[in-house]
């Protein structure tokens, strides 16, 4: 199966930055749809941004749009969050999933594969 491998949490103090990375095994990467999701204790993964497979396919939900990024390199099979300016509710754990079902879109619904997540910490 394909598998997805999350980095670079951490600890980071509100207002700061952070970038979280994902590396994807398989080799029809450039075929999938993919995403960035957090989950908070006791509630649902949500989508926080999406890239589809044709770049400039994407999404970010409404609170994070205009300070997170996401980006995706083929090539390298990864992908990439940019997130700025982080406030204390977005500290969460962050899952990047994917899905190869030919649509340019993901949701939770949709998702394939998912990554083990990565922590973030945002400290007040």
């Known amino acids: 199966q394909v598998q997805l491998v999350e980095s670079g949490g951490g600890l980071v103090q509100a207002g700061g930055s952070l970038r979280l990375s994902c590396v994807v095994s398989?080799?029809?990467?450039?075929?999938?749809?993919v995403g960035w999701f957090r989950q908070a204790p006791g509630k649902e993964r949500e989508l926080v941004a999406a890239?589809?497979?044709?770049?400039?396919?994407?999404y970010y939900a409404d609170p994070e749009a205009g300070r997170f990024t996401i980006s995706r390199d083929n090539t390298r099979k990864k992908i990439y969050l940019q997130m700025s300016d982080l406030k204390p509710e977005e500290a969460d754990e962050y899952y990047c999933?994917?899905?190869?079902?030919?649509?340019?879109?993901?949701?939770?619904?949709?998702?394939?594969?998912w990554g083990q997540g990565t922590q973030v910490t945002v400290s007040s």
């Open positions: 999933a994917a899905t190869n079902s030919g649509s340019d879109s993901i949701s939770r619904s949709t998702v394939q594969f």
């Open positions: 890239i589809g497979r044709t770049y400039n396919a994407t």
């Open positions: 398989g080799r029809t990467f450039s075929r999938y749809a």
